[in-house]
């Protein structure tokens, strides 16, 4: 009497292990993952404009005011006084940074030309603060 295993019910050796199923579970992550991330950014259509910092970026006087229509002021001087005293001051590029504090409505246009204008005058350090 043989009491030996036949060839079908014998155990598998470590080296006859079949691969197929950590295959499959390693295409099931792939799978998975794809499905729930994200390829593409989001598009965002509105964006919130920073917020000033409270304290002081430069000394006093030395803060260019733009309203929402794009008018200039600097302390008590408006429009066309404000950029002729910007000019004394700044003339030469001694007069240090300028802080241009914006309006959250003024638009980029009306930024970029002042931005020239004042570059025209001599300011060679400005700082744009947005926002409340």
């Known amino acids: 009497m043989s009491f ?3 060839l079908e019910i ?3 050796s470590a080296s006859e292990t079949s691969v197929v199923p950590m295959i499959n579970v390693a295409f099931l992550l792939i ?7 994200t390829l593409v950014p989001e598009q965002t259509a509105d964006v919130d404009l920073p917020l000033a ?3 002081k970026v430069a000394g006093e ?25 910007l000019g004394d001051v700044y003339g030469g590029g001694a ?7 914006a309006d959250k409505a003024v638009e980029g246009a009306a930024i970029a030309r002042i931005l020239a204008r004042i570059g025209a005058i001599g300011v060679t350090e400005s700082a744009l603060v947005t926002g409340s």
Not at 31 to 37: D, P
Not at 61 to 85: I, M, P, Q, T
């Open 10 to 12: 014998r155990r598998r």
């Open 4 to 6: 030996t295993e036949p």
């Open 31 to 37: 799978i998975f993952f794809l499905m729930s991330s």
């Open 61 to 85: 006087g030395k803060e260019l005011v733009v309203a929402a229509d794009g008018s200039v002021a600097w302390g008590a001087l408006r429009g066309e006084a404000a950029f002729e005293a």
């Open 53 to 55: 910092v409270t304290g």
């Open 95 to 101: 007069g240090g940074l300028l802080v241009i504090k």
